[in-house]
């Protein structure tokens, strides 16, 4: 019974053997060399079945050699395991090829994208400088074949660097100091023309050998940018010095005529008895629209010095700007019967003449605008925002207006009313939203006619450090 088992055991791991050598065929794709193979063992498995059956059949009453059978069972069994260990290796080599295969195609697509690449990239060699490696952006922009950057280092494309300025500047990356530098200067080209590029440079000394690898970025458009960015600059430095100039001219030379035919008009005034009604009524327009034009020319002046007044920012207490600004209106207020009511207002940084004329001229705005029979309400409320912004609105009673006119309130010069029946240059709203806007703030209104009108404002509680670094506590 034991040759049995042993001769039955000995024929399973021969066909076991003979089907794993038929599955070697389309691992190492050599068909015929395992078909042979498996073949032969197949034959001796046979064999082996055929003394099995004649034993079990009858036809032979002598049991198989235990001994012999034993020997043939090893013998079995190593051809099992050895071919068993030829599959398992075959596969390892089929993953790692597979492995390399999609390495290859990624390395290859990676090549491509970085060949492909609008940046300029390069290696160099980080002993003899030389270039190994440049991308088709840089090829092209320069002109030069891969063959002829392989004999050119970095200082061949900078016009003016020496050998000791770059040392100088590759020594931070190589001392570890730095894992990256980060400049601007002039590549040249193979035809000697130049264009601006910043440079990212690295060092990767972990490579064998060390190299350097440089992204590039062509930064011509940008310089011209730039360059347009400044020449605005300067146009805008000329038109705010036109701006000034006129501010002298407007607060000086126009004023002087002004105060001259007011003078006059006072010592014709002074006459008035010797004068005939006509004339009375002459003097009365003049005068009227003298003082008019004076008004104009001084919110003109305010208008143009907003953004050029050099008066320090401080601390301002919007509560006493409004107390401020109310008394400037105490006869109109008390005519009137105004009730002005103020709702935590708050202390912020700020030019205290500018926050004192933007109060004035909304005050005044409410009370010019009022509903004929009805007394003025205003309130001033303030609320702080999450976002260390002011939230004050200032709430009126009055006329109110259409609000498909709201961008145009805010316009020089614009107005929704007859200046016959509402005096007024037309240029104190826009005054206004200067201010704000000076103050890195926003100015908005609401309103509807016959119920009313409210401005918003929004004002930082702090002023960027620029502007107040003199204040205490307010260090960087």
Not at 59 to 87: F, K, N, R, W
Not at 241 to 250: C, H, R, S, T, V
Not at 271 to 292: F, I
Not at 349 to 355: A, I, P, V
Request: with cysteine.
């Amino acid at each position: 019974m034991i040759a049995l088992f042993i001769l039955s055991t000995s024929i399973c791991f021969q066909f076991i053997t003979a089907i794993l050598a038929l599955r070697l065929i389309k691992i190492t794709c050599n068909r015929w060399s395992w078909i042979l193979i498996s073949s032969a063992i197949i034959l001796m498995g046979v064999r082996r079945c055929i003394t099995l059956f004649r034993f079990l059949t009858g036809e032979t009453s002598q049991p198989p050699d235990s001994v012999a059978e034993g020997v043939a069972l090893l013998i079995s069994g190593l051809m099992m395991v050895g071919v068993y260990q030829i599959h398992n290796y075959f596969q390892q080599i089929n993953s790692a090829e597979e492995e390399r295969q999609k390495t290859e195609l990624l390395l290859a697509r990676f090549g491509r994208i970085l060949d492909n690449s609008f940046n300029e990239i390069y290696i160099f060699d980080g002993e003899t400088l030389k270039f190994t490696q440049v991308n088709s952006g840089a090829r092209n922009n320069l002109n030069y074949s891969m063959e002829e950057l392989t004999h050119l280092t970095p200082l061949d494309l900078k016009p003016g660097y020496t050998q000791d300025d770059f040392e100088e500047l590759i020594a931070p990356l190589k001392s570890g100091q730095k894992p990256l530098v980060v400049f601007e200067t002039m590549h040249q080209r193979k035809d000697g023309t130049c264009y601006p590029v910043e440079i990212r440079l690295q060092w990767m000394k972990e490579e064998s050998p060390p190299i350097f690898v440089a992204i590039i970025q062509d930064i011509a458009k940008r310089k011209k940018d730039e360059q347009r960015l400044s020449d605005y600059a300067e146009e805008l430095k000329r038109s705010n010095k036109e701006l000034e100039d006129f501010a002298f001219i407007a607060s000086h030379d126009l004023q002087e005529p002004l105060r001259k035919i007011i003078t006059f008009g006072d010592l014709i005034q002074e006459q008035e008895a010797g004068l005939d009604e006509q004339n009375r009524n002459y003097l009365t327009k003049m005068r009227k629209a003298t003082l008019r034009m004076k008004n104009l020319i001084e919110d003109l002046l305010h208008y143009s010095q907003i953004n050029t007044e050099q008066a320090p920012y401080e601390l301002v207490d919007l509560e006493k700007k409004v107390a401020s600004a109310c008394e400037e209106f105490e006869q109109v207020i008390l005519t009137t019967q105004a009730v002005i009511h103020t709702e935590n207002l708050p202390l912020i940084e700020g030019n205290k003449s500018q926050l004192q004329q933007l109060f004035t001229n909304l005050i005044g705005n409410s009370l010019k605008y009022s509903q004929a029979g009805k007394a003025p309400v205003i309130n001033i409320l303030g609320r702080k925002k999450e976002d260390g912004y002011w939230e004050i609105n200032v709430e009126d009673n009055g006329i109110g207006f259409d609000e498909k006119y709201t961008e145009l309130i805010f316009q020089p010069f614009q107005r929704l009313h007859g200046k016959s029946k509402y005096e007024g240059s037309g240029i104190g709203l826009s005054i206004c939203k200067k201010i704000v806007d000076h103050h890195k703030g926003t100015l908005s209104v609401t309103s509807k006619p016959g119920e009313g009108t409210t401005f918003t404002i929004t004002l930082p509680a702090q002023q960027p450090l620029a502007v107040v670094a003199h204040l205490p506590n307010r260090k960087p």
